[in-house]
């Protein structure tokens, strides 16, 4: 039975034996349902065959397909497939961990053990580190844990008691792991070492390379309405440095009314704002940058950014192309319009515009993993 399901596991995943479409060296905006665009991405195409439909990231050129019995990694322009285990499959260290309560029954620190049962756990964050090692960012809503394994593997793993945070993103740079969160905006090294009976990579601690100046977002008046920003933290290596990319989404509500205290009031995402800064090791801070360079693109996603040299396919640097990217089971504010695609931010002046009526879709929690995909990763 084992090796039928194999077998037909196969068959789902493997593309036809028709021939691929050559892979473009731009990113490629990826759908959920089975839809991707090329650059200037305005006409979908399909892959022939079942059309990788269903995915729930991207990880450079491979489309993430998570299922019960494991996490499979496809190339849909080779076909080429790595399989990691499933996230039911997550060995404890320490192996005897428990979910820990207070007197009041409040679990504090909230830790893997807490969360690991949630249905609505989900990889926000894949990343192929090394050929022996795989980190994810898997959490539900704002609290999440890094877990790492090898591809081939038969479990991951991750460090029971370490309190969850709201990663942001991680980024695997000169041969290190570092990750991000919301809240301190902290550049934090994740230290990997080996299991010595398996030999499977695990995480032995989670230290601070540099120590953040954080943006908190406070309530404004502005006339009859309240302003508020959101922010969302990137990582991506870009000519050599590491970049924190901090996005601000600022939204609106409208002020409370002396005649209707109690009525609704639906916080409104409105424009972006871009920071960027680079990783000063030697400083151990962050230094803010007014500009990518004339030939640089940053393309940020949730699931999967890079930076671009874009000169030699006749687009203009010094551009920041972005998703919604909201984040499953974790509502921080509604949108104005029903229909969204990618934006533009231009560094030079910081305006930012949309392609619409190029590519678009529909806002809803199926085509939440919208995502950029890399195949010439």
């Not at 022996?132 to 991750?158: E, F, N, R, Y």
Request: aromatic share 10%; with cysteine; charged share 20%.
């Amino acid at each position: 039975a084992e090796a039928h399901s194999a077998s037909s596991r196969s068959r789902q995943l493997s593309p036809p034996l028709r021939p691929l479409p050559p892979p473009p060296p731009l990113p490629l905006l990826a759908l959920p349902d089975g839809t991707f665009y090329s650059p200037p991405y305005d006409e979908p195409f399909r892959f022939p065959g079942f059309g990788f439909a269903g995915y729930k990231a991207t990880c450079g050129s491979r489309l993430v397909f998570p299922r019960d019995d494991g996490c499979f990694l496809v190339n849909p322009f080779t076909g080429a497939t790595v399989t990691l285990p499933a996230l039911s499959s997550v060995r404890l260290r320490p192996p005897n961990a428990v979910a820990k309560y207070d007197q009041q029954g409040t679990a504090y620190p909230v830790t893997w053990m807490h969360i690991r049962g949630s249905e609505h756990l989900h990889i926000s964050k894949l990343i192929l580190c090394l050929p022996s090692l795989v980190a994810a960012i898997v959490g539900d809503g704002h609290i999440s844990q890094i877990l790492v394994c090898k591809p081939g593997g038969l479990s991951w793993s991750v460090r029971a008691y370490d309190m969850v945070r709201n990663f942001q993103d991680m980024a695997f740079y000169q041969g290190k792991l570092y990750a991000i969160a919301n809240d301190d905006e902290d550049l934090l090294v994740v230290n990997i070492s080996q299991d010595q009976s398996t030999g499977d990579p695990q995480v032995s601690k989670i230290g601070q390379a540099i120590k953040g100046e954080p943006f908190h977002s406070v309530w404004h008046e502005f006339g009859t309405m309240d302003i508020l920003a959101n922010k969302k933290l990137y990582l991506v290596e870009s000519h050599g440095s590491l970049l924190m990319i901090r996005r601000k989404i600022w939204c609106w509500s409208k002020q409370a009314s002396d005649t209707d205290p109690e009525a609704s009031r639906p916080i409104v995402a409105g424009p972006n704002e871009f920071e960027v800064f680079k990783a000063d090791f030697e400083q151990s801070r962050w230094v803010k940058m007014t500009t990518l360079g004339d030939e640089q693109v940053l393309f940020l996603g949730r699931r999967c950014s890079r930076a671009m040299s874009v000169s030699q396919y006749g687009m203009s640097g010094d551009q920041i192309f972005f998703l919604d990217d909201e984040e499953e089971n974790l509502k921080q504010y509604y949108y104005s319009t029903e229909i969204t695609s990618f934006c533009v931010c231009d560094m030079r002046d910081g305006q930012v515009d949309s392609p619409l009526p190029k590519a678009s879709w529909k806002r809803c929690d199926e085509m939440r993993p919208v995502a950029w995909l890399f195949p010439q990763d």
